[in-house]
């Protein structure tokens, strides 16, 4: 995998030493920054419009903060303290189990239970990267929750493709019944659907991408990519095609404008806060747009 | 094609303290039109749920099921946020093809799609929103859903509420046509004097079977007699609450 990437890393910045392209894409940082973002964009957009439509919107920042954990696990087993995917993974695919597992069986709404689990993944990784701190670089708190896209690996980028794979291969034959699921779990049943595992393929999705995503990216703006683009684009959108495409183009588009624009203007933000911004104007333009058009108007309570 | 006959025996189902259905013995003929009537809560809902093998009931409940297996089902009412960007099509696609619907509905659909939407008079609004129809014009997309594949059993959770008079032909007269061609409905229905006309058989459910047999014989009876004043004076609550 290495040598494609050093292929395609060579072709990029032999576009920008022949001035075809910006000169800051001689940095090899910036140029696995950006294959990063053309490969999280669409992801985080597409699977963001069936986490919006089943109103899992804070699942994946509890999975974030259980990220925490997994680190601390992974240091105290003497996994890399930088890339400690293992104990992620592990750790994160346990916890989102049992939260389903505890979801079907309290039969509480969907948000309540992630509220309670999101404070007890925040509250229980906290304490137990603290215990570890001793051994680590306490910055990783900081990576975690904000990532860090400039300083991605390769390692990095083959996890964040396996997981592309995975999710493709999985969500995408599988998209309608998800969809049907969500909106009549009764008649989905009935068309031979599968509700409740279909439920934990999902969770287990949403897991190991927000975990794949969470080294690069951060578990902060994991969520904001996952819910962002996708409720601009619920805002102007009536079809599910619609919905669904712009979701993808809007979180593309925050995510390279967010890598691009600090460095080709020299501005003093960060890249993840420059993402999270662009998509944060993205939506508010959509948000004006709705409120402006004829079209768009509706029953008002 | 040939639908199914159905027996229930000795079904009983309990949902946490409360007693849902209790010890319910009938049968449905292949073939007919069974309207399954009875009060609200009376477990009508909760009998063909447990017949789709959602409920944890006992008892026994065979479909006795011919060449084809399919079942069509008109859940009650759909109840979901409105703002949902899903139009008609989408909701026909979702429910029938395995491509993703944002890729578009797969052309081997369509013409079907379109075929069932015509026959429902929705054909003209397979663009709009699902959460812009009125709760009638949704009732009329449900039934569609449900003939696509052709199904065998007809499973139908109050198909008319909410409709006008033209949608109630247009879903009677399809609901016949099916049962004609072979194929068995079963279809909880509140308006006695529908199902006084077209039904085959009947059952009356208020947690136990307390009526069953064809219509004629059974609302002659005095036993009908007790319980039709109730049933008439809920579907003219029902009305005027809508």
């Not at chain 1, 995998?1 to 395609?8: E, G, N, Q, V």
């Not at chain 1, 346990?94 to 309540?112: G, H, I, P, V």
């Not at chain 1, 999101?118 to 929750?145: K, P, Y």
């Not at chain 2, 009060?39 to 099921?65: C, D, E, V, Y």
């Given at each position: 995998?290495?040598?494609?990437?050093?292929?395609?890393?060579?072709?990029i910045?032999?576009?920008?030493?022949?001035?075809?392209?910006?000169?800051?894409?001689?940095?090899?940082?910036?140029?696995?920054?950006?294959?990063?973002?053309?490969?999280?964009?669409?992801?985080?957009?597409?699977?963001?419009?069936m986490?919006?439509?089943?109103?899992?919107?804070?699942?994946?920042?509890?999975?974030?903060?259980?990220?925490?954990?997994?680190?601390?696990?992974?240091?105290?087993?003497?996994e890399?303290?930088?890339?400690?995917?293992?104990?992620?993974?592990?750790?994160c695919?346990?916890?989102?189990?049992?939260?389903?597992?505890?979801?079907?069986?309290?039969?509480?709404?969907?948000?309540?239970?992630?509220?309670?689990?999101?404070?007890?993944?925040?509250?229980?990784?906290?304490?137990?990267?603290?215990?570890?701190?001793?051994?680590?670089?306490?910055?990783?708190?900081?990576?975690?929750?904000?990532?860090?896209?400039?300083?991605?690996?390769?390692?990095d980028?083959?996890?964040?493709?396996?997981?592309?794979v995975?999710?493709?291969?999985?969500?995408?034959?599988?998209?309608?019944?998800?969809?049907?699921?969500?909106?009549?779990?009764?008649?989905?049943?009935?068309?031979?659907?599968?509700?409740?595992?279909?439920?934990?393929?999902?969770?287990?999705?949403?897991?190991?991408?927000?975990?794949?995503?969470?080294?690069?990216?951060?578990?902060?703006?994991?969520?904001?990519?996952?819910?962002?683009?996708?409720?601009?684009?619920?805002?102007?959108?009536?079809?599910?095609?619609?919905?669904?495409?712009?979701?993808?183009?809007f979180?593309?588009?925050?995510?390279?404008?967010?890598?691009?624009?600090?460095?080709?203007?020299?501005?003093p933000?960060?890249?993840?806060?420059?993402?999270?911004?662009?998509?944060?104007?993205?939506?508010?333009?959509?948000?004006?747009?709705?409120?402006?058009?004829?079209?768009?108007?509706?029953?008002?309570? | 094609?040939?639908?199914?006959?159905?027996?229930?025996?000795?079904?009983?189902?309990?949902?946490?303290?409360?007693?849902?259905?209790?010890?319910?013995?009938?049968?449905?003929?292949?073939g007919?039109?069974?309207?399954?009537?009875?009060?609200?809560?009376?477990?009508?809902t909760?009998?063909?749920?447990?017949?789709?093998?959602?409920?944890?009931?006992?008892?026994?409940?065979?479909?006795?099921?011919?060449?084809?297996?399919?079942?069509?089902?008109?859940?009650?009412?759909?109840?979901?946020?409105?703002?949902?960007?899903?139009?008609?099509?989408?909701?026909m696609?979702?429910?029938?093809?395995?491509?993703?619907?944002?890729?578009?509905?797969?052309?081997?659909?369509?013409?079907?799609?379109?075929?069932?939407?015509?026959?429902?008079?929705?054909?003209?609004k397979?663009?709009?929103?699902?959460?812009?129809?009125?709760?009638?014009?949704?009732?009329?997309?449900?039934?569609a859903?449900?003939?696509?594949?052709?199904?065998?059993?007809?499973v139908?959770?109050?198909?008319?509420?909410?409709?006008?008079?033209?949608?109630?032909?247009?879903?009677?007269?399809a609901?016949?046509?099916?049962?004609?061609?072979?194929?068995?409905?079963?279809?909880?229905?509140?308006?006695?004097?529908?199902?006084?006309?077209?039904a085959?058989?009947?059952?009356?459910?208020?947690?136990?079977?307390?009526?069953?047999?064809?219509?004629?014989?059974?609302?002659?009876?005095?036993?009908?007699?007790?319980?039709?004043?109730?049933?008439?004076?809920l579907?003219?609550k029902?009305?005027?609450?809508?």
């Amino acid at each position: 995998m290495s040598a494609f990437y050093d292929l395609l890393r060579q072709f990029i910045i032999g576009l920008a030493d022949e001035g075809i392209i910006h000169y800051t894409f001689l940095y090899e940082f910036v140029v696995n920054g950006f294959l990063c973002a053309l490969v999280i964009g669409p992801l985080l957009g597409g699977i963001g419009t069936m986490v919006v439509i089943k109103r899992m919107a804070f699942f994946s920042q509890a999975v974030g903060n259980a990220a925490l954990t997994g680190v601390a696990i992974g240091v105290i087993i003497g996994e890399s303290y930088t890339a400690p995917y293992m104990s992620m993974f592990s750790f994160c695919i346990l916890f989102a189990l049992f939260l389903n597992f505890s979801k079907n069986r309290t039969k509480m709404s969907s948000d309540t239970l992630i509220g309670v689990f999101l404070s007890i993944s925040l509250a229980i990784g906290a304490t137990a990267l603290l215990w570890v701190s001793a051994r680590v670089n306490t910055h990783i708190l900081d990576t975690i929750m904000f990532g860090s896209i400039l300083t991605v690996n390769d390692t990095d980028m083959n996890v964040l493709l396996v997981t592309t794979v995975i999710t493709a291969l999985v969500a995408l034959p599988l998209y309608n019944q998800m969809l049907l699921a969500s909106l009549n779990p009764s008649l989905a049943h009935v068309r031979g659907i599968n509700v409740h595992l279909l439920e934990y393929v999902f969770v287990l999705l949403v897991t190991i991408l927000t975990v794949a995503c969470v080294k690069i990216v951060g578990a902060v703006l994991v969520e904001a990519l996952l819910l962002i683009p996708a409720a601009a684009s619920r805002n102007l959108n009536r079809s599910i095609r619609g919905f669904v495409l712009w979701s993808v183009i809007f979180s593309t588009a925050s995510c390279l404008i967010g890598i691009y624009a600090p460095m080709r203007w020299d501005l003093p933000i960060p890249s993840g806060g420059a993402i999270i911004l662009t998509a944060a104007i993205i939506f508010v333009v959509t948000m004006l747009i709705r409120m402006a058009l004829p079209q768009y108007r509706e029953a008002s309570i | 094609m040939q639908g199914p006959s159905i027996e229930f025996e000795d079904v009983n189902l309990t949902l946490g303290n409360t007693r849902i259905l209790q010890d319910i013995n009938f049968a449905i003929r292949a073939g007919d039109i069974h309207c399954i009537i009875g009060a609200n809560g009376g477990g009508k809902t909760s009998l063909i749920r447990s017949m789709l093998g959602q409920m944890p009931h006992s008892g026994k409940i065979t479909i006795n099921w011919h060449e084809s297996r399919v079942v069509g089902y008109v859940p009650q009412l759909l109840e979901f946020d409105k703002t949902l960007p899903v139009t008609v099509l989408d909701f026909m696609g979702m429910t029938c093809q395995n491509r993703p619907i944002f890729l578009g509905v797969a052309r081997s659909r369509r013409s079907q799609i379109d075929e069932v939407l015509d026959r429902v008079g929705m054909i003209g609004k397979s663009k709009t929103k699902l959460g812009s129809l009125s709760g009638g014009e949704r009732q009329r997309v449900l039934f569609a859903q449900a003939l696509i594949p052709e199904p065998a059993l007809l499973v139908l959770d109050e198909p008319m509420t909410g409709l006008d008079v033209h949608g109630r032909e247009i879903l009677e007269r399809a609901i016949v046509e099916f049962t004609d061609a072979g194929g068995t409905a079963i279809w909880i229905n509140h308006d006695i004097a529908q199902v006084n006309e077209i039904a085959n058989t009947l059952t009356y459910i208020d947690r136990e079977v307390l009526l069953d047999g064809a219509p004629r014989q059974v609302l002659a009876s005095g036993a009908a007699a007790r319980l039709f004043p109730t049933l008439e004076l809920l579907d003219t609550k029902t009305s005027e609450a809508n």
